[in-house]
């Protein structure tokens, strides 16, 4: 199966200066693929190149170097941009139209007749949750807001492939909810979902792969799995009913213990002895164990060690 998207050595350099002009290295020899129907995270703090890499995507500007295949064929090719949804860092629409107005106009643009305009108008309103204020004029929006109207505007076309810069950018809690339904119900029917993001939180739960990108140069690319599943380092066992004489014999072996309440205790341990033999003493002291869970390295702790060492020039 042909990838959804792939980027050959793409590089794109900025001219900077005024009296001594020279180039600024945006993007430095990407090469990536993303498989179809697969969610993937594209990470990097702010001035890695990621917005560049997505306007070099959409041909809104143009690499220095290498190239970039969307859906088998060439960036930019008119027949793949029907097959495609994309949403900018920071859309600006027409803020003199209503949200309802402005689907009906983008639905119009892909040839739809006026009974499916407003048929796709108000269900993808519904979908990413803008009610009654879908009739009012969108410069009485809320940036929030704003992202709803521009998530709802990619799916006008029922795309194959949705490439999105900061989706999550201005939503509050309900708001990233709804936006994590929406991408995952888009995965189930098959669509590839590209995204650029630094809430690292939101790329655990959405993404099967991501990639990090540190400088313009990529620093690291695969499954959460195979990032995160070595990197264990302990284990946490919360425990209830647990007296303070128990707890002081049972955490001897621990590296922190940590009060939560009345009877429960965070106990964190070391990977090495295993904890089967505190969960015989736990029991023995008339403690229950409510949980036991290995302690690994997050996503946002993997992302600042590659950025650093990047950062830092040396290997991590």
């Known amino acids: 199966m042909a990838a959804a998207l792939s980027t050959f050595d793409l590089t794109k ?17 990407l090469t990536l693929d993303v498989d179809q129907g697969e969610v993937f995270g594209f990470l990097g703090p702010n001035g890695a190149g990621k917005t560049t890499t997505l306007k070099l995507l959409m041909r809104l500007v143009f690499p220095t170097g290498g ?18 949804g994309y949403l900018p860092e920071n859309p600006y629409f027409y803020d003199h139209l209503t949200a309802e107005e402005l689907l009906v ?93 630094h809430v690292l939180s939101d790329a655990e739960t959405l993404c099967s792969r991501v990639a990090i990108l540190a400088r313009g140069r990529l620093v690291a690319c695969g499954r959460l799995t195979e990032i995160l599943a070595f990197r264990a380092r302990g284990w946490e066992m919360i425990v209830a009913d647990a007296p303070e004489t128990a ?36 029991a023995a002291a008339g403690a229950q164990v409510v949980s036991l869970n290995p302690i690994r390295e997050t996503l946002e702790d993997y992302f600042v060690e590659q950025v650093a060492a990047r950062q830092s020039g040396t290997p991590s």
């Open 105 to 197: 106009y983008f639905a119009g643009l892909f040839g739809y007749g006026a009974a499916e305009r407003r048929k796709r108008a108000s269900r993808l309103l519904d979908e990413v949750g803008i009610g009654g204020e879908r009739r009012l004029q969108l410069r009485k929006f809320s940036k929030g807001m704003l992202q709803r109207v521009g998530i709802a505007q990619t799916l006008i076309n029922d795309p194959e492939l949705l490439i999105l810069d900061e989706p999550m950018s201005g939503l509050d809690p309900l708001g990233r909810r709804d936006v994590r339904s929406v991408i995952l119900s888009l995965r189930d029917r098959g669509c590839t979902v590209f995204f650029s993001s």
């Open 13 to 29: 350099d900025y001219p900077i200066g005024f009296w001594r002009r020279r180039s600024c290295r945006a993007l430095d020899r």
């Open 67 to 84: 190239r970039a295949e969307i859906l088998g064929r060439p960036a930019g090719d008119l027949d793949v941009k029907r097959r495609i």
């Open 247 to 282: 707890i002081a014999r049972i955490g001897s072996g621990a590296r922190r213990v940590v009060r939560l309440g009345d009877g429960r205790y965070s106990l964190e341990l070391p990977l090495d002895p295993p904890p089967a033999r505190l969960l015989s003493e736990v």
